[in-house]
């Protein structure tokens, strides 16, 4: 069976600080892959989405980065964090890159307060 | 722009009556439809999908929501709310933008009071 996997679960983090937020998938290939960030606990951003390595879409400018090194592995970064980075982090994916009808399974979200 | 919206912020309900959870689309072509349901300090889980066919979608925990095309409504509902049920559902449209992609909409949360 297929599973999600995404750390840390909570971080704090100063100001100016670098950040390596972590998911990796097991149990299926070529998945699409998706960071989601949810402010004070209400609506879904998506940040960025993959359907391949080394492909990455960034839906919205910001201080954030991602990267996909290998096929089930997919990492969020910033080189400096600022306090409006703070959010709950959801890495997700979904199966065969370029099919419509696939539900997304969601990670269990890293919580990132930056201080 | 495709988008979701859910119009309402919070829905309470008592124990054992229906509940409805609001949600509006606006797409270009086909939509695909799905509800995710939160608990708290959770991923979100997958409740239902609508893709093509019938209108009404039955799904999870006894879940179901209906399609309607003139109105571009998918509403979630469930005939008898349990206090369980209280979370944060999401409604959101996946879109094809070279590649597919989820939008949601902000959430609606659900209070059951017994």
């Known amino acids: 069976s297929q599973t999600i996997h995404q750390w840390p679960a909570t971080l704090v983090q100063p100001v100016g600080s670098p950040l390596s937020l972590e998911c990796t998938v097991e149990g299926t290939s070529n998945p699409n892959l998706y960071w989601y960030r949810q402010a004070a606990g209400r609506g879904l951003q998506l940040l960025f989405y993959s359907v391949g390595i080394g492909q990455i879409s960034s839906e919205v400018p910001q201080n954030l980065s991602a990267s996909r090194p290998q096929d089930r592995q997919f990492i969020l970064s910033s080189k400096k964090l600022l306090l409006s980075d703070s959010g709950f982090y959801l890495c997700?994916?979904?199966?065969?890159?370029?099919?419509?009808?696939?539900?997304?399974?969601f990670g269990s979200g890293t919580q990132l307060s930056v201080l | 722009a495709q988008s979701v919206a859910q119009p309402e912020d919070q829905v309470n309900v008592a124990e054992g009556n229906p509940l409805t959870v609001k949600c509006t689309y606006s797409?270009?072509?086909?939509?695909?439809l799905f509800w995710y349901v939160q608990y708290p300090n959770r991923g979100l889980q997958f409740l239902l999908k609508y893709i093509t066919g019938d209108n009404l979608v039955k799904g999870s925990y006894g879940f179901e929501a209906e399609f309607n095309k003139s109105q571009t409504s998918f509403h979630l509902k469930k005939p008898s709310a349990l206090v369980s049920d209280s979370a944060l559902y999401f409604c959101a449209v996946k879109v094809n933008t070279g590649g597919f992609k989820t939008i949601f909409g902000a959430g609606t949360r659900l209070f059951v009071k017994a």
């Open positions: 997700a994916w979904s199966v065969q890159a370029g099919r419509a009808l696939e539900k997304l399974f």
């Open positions: 797409v270009s072509g086909n939509p695909y």
